[in-house]
């Protein structure tokens, strides 16, 4: 009798643990809930550490002209303030003629806080009739203030990021603008270029795609695009070797924090070389160990950028990466992954938040 009973509470055990009755179903929310609305929230009691303000007065090499008037410029400049920003690199792809004009004027309230950036103008050199325009426009744009190009960007089918025409079909490694390359090396005009995408971006975009929760509403169609990715890296890399005089800045880690191993062969062929960590924290912060390892033998070539905005929190994320043993926080960024400090040592944050930058800034005037 005691047996039978004892066999009875087991089995109401294994009721319990294991099925679901019809008043304890629920729907399980995997098979409802969207993946765009997935925003877990940490749970561990670890630590987390809150960085007011950077460890060093910091230049930002990646910034856009965010602002829309002068009280948003008053706001941003308080927020570097609070931040420990003292300068921000502000580029622009259709700033050129006029237009750089108008740019270097609204932001002259503060030219000890703002650098303003250019781009190329690409008219006559469609049109079949050289470079001597661009040049003269680059030339144009230097005396204005200008400080450097970009961001250029190509993600395929050439420089889309140009005004008043795009480049389309014209990537960096193009015989037909090596004069305006070359032309940025004498007047020490670094260049700023976004290539290619993330790698994830160039792989099928379906559940097993690493990125895709991050970014697939700015993924592009990689497959209609003149280049691939290694196409674009490779252009890229021809113009670097080709004009070993310009310095080149490959903004996001030349979009390539999936292979620090080549980057690294990069940068060690090419002085000229230089990369930004702008928009790419949380594909950097997410494999700590690897970017850390990489962040200190690259620790003179690498450059401080945002491109993200002038918010403080959005500053202050990016100096818990870099200043942190922090593990599992989330960006606020629209990423699914979540970030891990890199806590570099004081001597590579300042290279990192000021001392590169000046040495193209400056030096290399
Ligand atoms: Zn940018």
Redesign the pocket.
Known sequence: MKKIILLAAAAMMLAACGTKTAETAVTNPMDTLLLKNYHPVNVNNIPQTFIEKAKFPVIDM???DYAANEEEIDQWVKNMDECGIELTQV?HCSWIGEEFDKAVEKYSKYPDRFQIWCCFDYTEVLEGKGCDYAIAQLERAKAMGAVGV??L?DKGDGDLYAAPVEGRGIHLDDPRIKPILEKCGELKMPI?I?VAEPYWMYLPLNGSNDGLPNGADWAIDTTKVDLGYWGLIKSFENAVRENPQTIFIA??YLNMNQDYKYLGELLDKYPNLYIDL??RVPEAAQIPRATREFTLKYQDRILF?T?NGMSKSMYRTIFRFLETEDEHFYSGFNYIWYLNGIYLPDSVLEKIYRTNALRILNEYK
């Open positions: 990646h910034s856009h580029m970009g961001e960007g700023n976004h903004c996001h702008a928009a950028g491109d």
